[in-house]
């Protein structure tokens, strides 16, 4: 049989379950523990039921955590997961036996220079920081908390002595925190709205490197907030502008009409580490 449209249309969380069947709802279940408390029940709280509550936990634990770190103002980093550092690739050239593997490590070595670019770029908004007396002058570094470019950014705070946040993502493939996270402030989320919401609230720019679609995501996510003037205005950076123009094409969106050239306004192209910490910078004249 084919697709078909539902024929009814679910009013509640309860009758949306009834749909799909009986998995994941309390409705009609033989499993609810009506004799332990609610916070020890995990069918109750991992039920449908329940997700407008785990929404508002994930929400709200973050946000508790930060405010006791002092936390203010972020610099969230975004890029692939697939650079790595120059070392780690030279090796994985050396060890790659098969043609996929040498096919694969090749990739890795020529993107080795964004992974040095994102720690460099770690390592600049650390030195700022460690310069600063007061929270709210601070520019603490935020990412994914994976591998690759967010690794990289992650590193170069950390070895500076600064703050680190990593916020990772409950994932099929468990995605593992990089070791350059500050203990405490390696944070997990099962929800991928409620983790950009946390990347959003506090950041004060957006870095991305190239990556696939993960960090094309996150990037378009802040782009149309700020076009639709849903958020303030920050920089928005892009690093390495070959590598954007040949996956978006931007000028090609303006030509067929569907943004603006003003639109572009919001986009900052740097190279560099150097060029993309001075765009933030000059964009909050800081000292």
């Given amino acids: 049989m084919g697709n078909t449209l539902r024929r009814n249309t679910p009013v509640s969380i309860t009758n949306l379950a009834k749909l799909s069947g009986p998995t994941g709802s309390l409705s009609g279940s033989s499993q609810v523990d ?24 994930e ?116 995605q593992i925190p990089n070791p350059y996270i500050t203990p405490g402030l390696a944070i997990r989320f099962h929800y991928f709205a409620l983790r ?25 996510e802040v782009l149309t907030l700020m076009q639709t003037n849903k958020v303030e205005r920050f920089p928005i950076i892009l690093v390495c502008k070959s590598f954007w123009n040949d996956v978006l094409c931007f000028d090609k969106l303006i030509d067929y009409g569907v943004i603006d050239e003003e639109d572009l306004k919001l986009i900052h192209f740097v190279e560099d580490a150097e060029e993309a910490w001075t765009a933030i910078a000059n964009w909050y004249e800081l000292n």
Wanted: proline content about 2%; hydrophobic content about 40%; glycine content about 10%.
């Fill in 196 to 220: 950009k919401m946390h990347f959003m609230i506090r950041a004060r720019s957006i870095v991305v490197y190239p990556g696939g679609f993960g960090s094309l995501d996150e990037f378009f």
């Fill in 59 to 174: 929400l709200l634990k973050p946000d508790l955590v930060f405010h006791a770190m002092g936390i203010e103002n972020t610099v969230v980093v975004f890029g692939s997961t697939r650079f790595y550092s120059p070392a780690r690739a030279a090796e994985m050239v050396k060890k790659a036996s098969t043609v996929s593997e040498k096919r694969v490590a090749e990739k890795a070595q020529k993107g080795s220079h964004f992974y040095d670019s994102a720690r460099r770029f770690g390592q600049l908004v650390a030195q700022y920081n460690l310069k600063q007396d007061n929270n709210a002058d601070k520019l603490v570094m935020c990412t994914g908390g994976g591998s690759g470019i967010m690794e990289a950014a992650n590193r170069g705070a950390f070895e500076m002595g600064d703050l680190s946040i990593g916020l990772n993502i409950s994932l099929p493939r468990e």
């Fill in 34 to 57: 009506t004799a332990s408390a609610f916070t020890d029940d995990d069918a109750f709280l991992s039920s449908q039921e329940t997700l407008g509550i785990r929404f508002e936990t």
